[in-house]
C-alpha cells in the first residue's frame, strides 16, 4: 500500500547541533505537512508544503519539497531544549484525501 | 476557543465490552478523521469523514466503527474491544479535505487500555 518512510527513527544530538528528518513516499504527493508531538502531547501543525521543490523557513527550521514530490525534509540548524519532540511528515494522496503519516523521528537533546 | 474535544481522555475496559470515544469540534472544519497511535508505528487513519454522512477506511479500520451525524461530532465506536486496540487515539479536524485548508487540528488524545 501507500507508504510515507521516516529517517531516522530517534536522533541524539547535542544542544546546538543541527537536526535533520527525512521523508520518502512510494507515490507523488498532493502536498506534504509536518507536525511537531512534545512529549505527553498531541500533535501540532508547523507548515505545509505544496509545490515541486518547494523551501520554507521558519526561523530555524528549514523544510523543503522535492521535485517530484516524493521526499521531503526538515532541518533544524542550531537545536534548543525547547525543539525536543517528535517530528512527523504526513503526506496528502491525491487520489482519496488520505494523509499518510510517516513514523516520526524523536530528537533527543543528550545532557 | 477553536478546539477538537474528545472523552474520555483515559479509559481502562475489558475485553468484549462496547465503548464509544466522543469527538467534537467547534470550527465549522468539514474533515474529520480518528488516528490510533503506537510506539514505532507513528499515526495510523483508522477512519476519516469528507462530510456530514460521509465516512471512509483508512489503514486501519478492523474493530472500529464511526458515524457522522453532524458536521461537529464523530465519534469512535469498539463494538467488542480486544487487547490488541490498547493504545493512544486522536481525533482530528480540518476545514477541508485537500487545498490549502487541511491543517489538522488534533484533540488532546483518549489513552485505552483493554483488558
Known amino acids: 500500500g501507500q507508504q510515507v518512510m521516516q529517517i531516522p527513527q530517534y536522533q541524539h544530538v547535542q544542544e546546538g547541533e543541527d537536526f535533520t528528518t527525512y521523508c520518502n513516499s512510494s507515490?507523488?504527493?498532493?502536498?506534504i505537512q509536518w507536525y511537531k508531538q512534545r512529549p505527553g502531547g498531541h500533535p501540532v501543525f508547523l507548515i505545509q508544503l505544496v509545490k515541486s521543490g518547494e523551501v520554507k523557513k521558519q526561523k530555524r527550521l528549514t523544510f523543503q519539497f522535492g521535485e517530484a514530490k516524493k521526499n521531503s525534509s526538515l532541518h533544524i540548524t542550531a537545536t534548543q531544549t525547547t525543539d525536543v519532540g517528535t517530528y512527523f511528515c504526513?503526506?496528502?494522496?491525491?487520489?482519496?484525501?488520505?494523509?499518510?503519516w510517516g513514523a516520526g523521528t524523536k530528537l533527543i537533546i543528550k545532557p | 476557543e477553536a478546539q477538537v474535544t474528545q472523552n474520555p481522555r483515559y479509559l481502562i475496559t475489558v475485553t468484549g465490552k462496547k465503548l464509544t470515544v466522543t469527538c467534537s469540534q467547534n470550527m465549522n472544519h468539514e474533515y474529520m478523521s480518528w488516528y490510533r497511535q503506537d510506539p514505532g508505528l507513528g499515526l495510523r487513519q483508522i477512519y476519516y469523514?469528507?462530510?456530514?454522512?460521509?465516512?471512509d477506511k483508512g489503514d486501519v479500520p478492523e474493530g472500529y466503527k464511526v458515524s457522522r451525524k453532524e458536521k461537529r461530532n464523530f465519534p469512535l465506536i469498539l463494538e467488542s474491544p480486544s487487547p490488541n486496540q490498547t493504545s493512544l487515539y486522536f481525533c482530528?479536524?480540518?476545514?477541508?479535505?485537500?487545498?490549502?485548508?487541511?491543517?489538522?487540528?488534533f484533540g488532546p488524545g483518549t489513552r485505552l487500555t483493554v483488558l
Open positions: 504526513a503526506g496528502l494522496m491525491r487520489s482519496n484525501y488520505q494523509l499518510i
Open positions: 507515490t507523488t504527493l498532493s502536498n
Open positions: 469523514s469528507m462530510n456530514v454522512e460521509v465516512t
Open positions: 482530528a479536524s480540518s476545514l477541508s479535505a485537500g487545498g490549502a485548508y487541511n491543517e489538522q487540528f
